[in-house]
């Protein structure tokens, strides 16, 4: 499966945005597609994640209430809603899909997409 990611941009803390994870392959729907970022200078990091199905979702500790994940299998589309930004949010964010387990650790994923830059003002 290969996978775009895009949405990202420039935006003031406080602000939202809407960042997608388009994939490519006729069995989207068998894979767990997760979101991670890394900041400049620090580890990349578990941001949500969600079961092929939809019916499952986590997001770290650090977004929870202020991020969310979803799917649209139709259109073989994971989303990622960030609102409530913080300067501290600032990364670039990668999606990745993988067909093996549910897990919010980076080594369960297989395959990446390229990452979409979101910069937050403050």
């Known amino acids: 499966v290969q996978l775009q990611a895009s949405g990202g941009g420039l935006v003031q803390a406080g602000g939202s945005l809407r960042l997608s994870c388009a994939a490519s392959?006729?069995?989207?729907?068998?894979?767990?597609v997760g979101w991670f970022r890394q900041a400049p200078g620090k580890e990349r990091e578990f941001v949500a994640t969600?079961?092929?199905?939809?019916?499952?979702?986590s997001s770290s500790d650090s977004v929870e209430g202020r991020f969310t994940i979803s799917r649209d299998n139709a259109k073989n589309t994971v989303y990622l809603q960030v609102n409530s930004l913080k300067p501290e949010d600032t990364a670039v964010y990668y999606c990745?899909?993988?067909?093996?387990?549910?897990?919010?650790?980076?080594?369960?994923?297989?395959?990446w997409g390229q990452g979409t830059l979101v910069t937050v003002s403050s």
């Open positions: 990745a899909a993988t067909s093996r387990n549910y897990g919010t650790s980076s080594h369960y994923y297989d395959y």
């Open positions: 392959g006729r069995t989207f729907s068998s894979y767990v």
């Open positions: 969600i079961s092929g199905s939809g019916g499952r979702t």
